[in-house]
């Protein structure tokens, strides 16, 4: 492989993956390794979530709290399993702006707040192979 596929243009961030019981996912993790996860509760998306370290990146356990919610609404439809990919970039906004121009169906126009103090923003599924993809700006 060339040093250019090495040094690649994008990083990972984070892979979130939707569980019906987050108790019972972090035992299971735990099994996995991963033990040091930071817990919380996001009420206004009405969910309660674990993020991993997991080498530069995260893995993010998301669980729904009220069936009226996003998350538990996409549960219901697609059961437990991987939700979102991220990816990491410098100028969320900027980044924004260049997708949108290249006619990349949006679901944030702008940056909003994420956890961890993150800004992120989600593309449609539609406009990336069927997959779920955030962008997140540390
Ligand atoms: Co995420």
């Not at 997708?99 to 599924?125: C, M, N, Q, T, Y």
């Not at 539609?126 to 700006?137: A, D, F, I, R, T």
């Amino acid at each position: 492989m060339t040093d250019a596929f090495h040094a690649g243009s994008r990083r990972l961030h984070h892979i979130g993956i939707v569980v019906a019981d987050l108790d019972a996912a972090a035992e299971r993790y735990a099994a996995l390794g991963f033990t040091d996860g930071d817990r919380f509760a996001v009420p206004e998306q009405m969910i309660e979530a674990i993020t991993y370290h997991a080498g530069p990146g995260y893995v993010e356990l998301i669980s729904p709290t009220d069936p009226a919610g996003a998350i538990a609404r996409y549960m219901a439809k697609r059961g437990e399993g991987m939700h979102h990919v991220a990816f990491a970039v410098d100028d969320l906004a900027a980044e924004l702006a260049d997708l949108a121009a290249k006619g990349v169906r949006l679901i944030d126009e702008a940056p909003r707040s994420g956890a961890h103090g993150w800004r992120v923003a989600f593309i449609h599924p539609e406009s990336c192979n069927g997959v779920l993809v955030e962008l997140v700006q540390e």
